[in-house]
């Protein structure tokens, strides 16, 4: 069985098949005899936020995702609770200090909720590793095992962005439900019949915010590390509106399973979502989770009901006579997603649909998009003048334009 054929255990657990990711994601082909850095997915978002329990009841009771996980003092972990949290190939894992001081505690007092570490399955940690310590990556945990009655896990950690950090993981010897040290966890919240089993069903793509000048570097780190490919760059016009503009590019794992937009601030008339984003973070990080659906209209309306707030779009993105055109014929008529502000996209292998939440938390950094793919690999290019706009008209509520 071949890298790309290979399934996480969430995967596996959400009954996806390879076919039905290849839907839901895109991924493409690709040969991995070669591959230095064998990844197979995601393992897992892990958060550092103000409050884990109340944080993890939010996902639970709002987005529809199962607990299925907890570590805290209750099972001897004195530092910090953590709630480990599904849905279908999507892992959270919410973490929070109970102490007055600590890693966590700084991490959350410098940048607020938001993600710490991007954990990736992988085939071999050691050879991960070894590559990526002769490419000149920064190593922040050595290759070790963690093991209980449930197996072993083999793990390292190497550094990324900011403060961010990419956790490895093997866990082909491991048949527990997170990791040793956590006991297993049912969800106690009871949505209403008739409501979807799931809101999204996996981890499209996780886009990080880098300074000034940074974006190049790091597109060549995860070329040099990790050997991910360049898929998309977008500069220019393409993607600036006349008081903001940044620059963008993408770099995807073989199959395209793992994807990274990489943006940075670029000069504007007034201060760009980058640099409001870095201001208010204090620093590179992860800036939105694209969470995969296959019923977008679905989940925004049950998200809506629950009281999420998603990015305004106005009427006239829908009337224009360019967009119409451009797009074509999508899976329901415009005016459906006129009336939730779903913007939609085409490009040479198909089409796709997306939304944008406002900020999850009390600072304007991290939020979600939620994407349904019709066939495009792409990443909305034709949306990115709306959404910009739409986080401008954000931005001047909060006094930061």
Not at 87 to 99: H, L, Q, T
Not at 220 to 240: H, K, L, P, Q
Not at 285 to 304: E, F, P
Request: glycine residues 10%.
């Amino acid at each position: 069985m071949t890298i790309q054929d290979t399934l996480t255990d969430q995967e596996q657990l959400a009954g996806l098949s390879h076919e039905q990711l290849e839907k839901l994601v895109g991924l493409v082909d690709y040969d991995a005899s070669a591959d230095n850095f064998p990844i197979v997915g995601w393992d897992a978002l892990v958060w550092v936020v103000g409050n884990a329990t109340a944080t993890a009841q939010l996902m639970q009771v709002v987005y529809g995702m199962e607990l299925v996980a907890y570590a805290g003092p209750e099972t001897g972990e004195r530092s910090k609770t953590s709630f480990v949290l599904r849905s279908g190939a999507a892992r959270f894992v919410i973490e929070g200090s109970v102490r007055p001081g600590g890693p966590l505690v700084d991490h959350h007092a410098k940048h607020g909720d938001g993600i710490s570490d991007i954990a990736l399955q992988v085939t071999d940690v050691d050879r991960c590793i070894e590559h990526a310590r002769k490419v000149g990556a920064t190593i922040l945990e050595e290759p070790h095992d963690l093991t209980d009655e449930h197996g072993t896990v083999r793990m390292a950690s190497i550094a990324a962005y900011g403060d961010t950090r990419h956790t490895l993981v093997d866990r082909s010897a491991y048949k527990g439900v997170y990791l040793p040290g956590y006991v297993e966890r049912t969800t106690q919240v009871v949505h209403p019949k008739g409501s979807p089993k799931r809101l999204f069903q996996a981890v499209d793509h996780v886009v990080g915010n880098v300074e000034l000048g940074a974006m190049d570097e790091w597109v060549d780190y995860y070329n040099r590390v990790m050997g991910f490919t360049n898929m998309a760059e977008f500069i220019g016009e393409d993607i600036a509106t006349d008081y903001s503009a940044l620059m963008s590019k993408v770099v995807a794992s073989g199959n395209h399973r793992v994807k990274f937009p990489l943006n940075e601030p670029a000069p504007g008339k007034r201060k760009s979502q980058i640099d409001e984003f870095l201001e208010f973070y204090d620093g590179a990080g992860a800036q939105h989770i694209a969470l995969a659906t296959n019923d977008i209209l679905q989940t925004v309306d049950v998200l809506s009901a629950r009281g999420v707030q998603f990015l305004a779009t106005p009427d006239t993105y829908y009337e224009d006579a360019e967009l119409r055109e451009r797009i074509g014929q999508v899976r329901v008529p415009i005016e459906e997603l006129q009336k939730r502000g779903i913007l939609v996209d085409r490009d040479e292998d198909g089409y796709l649909l997306q939304i944008f939440t406002r900020p999850l938390g009390d600072r304007p950094t991290v939020f979600f998009e939620l994407i349904e793919r019709h066939g495009s690999l792409g990443f909305g290019k034709g949306n990115f003048k709306a959404l910009f706009e739409a986080i401008e008209r954000e931005q001047e509520l909060r006094g930061n334009a």
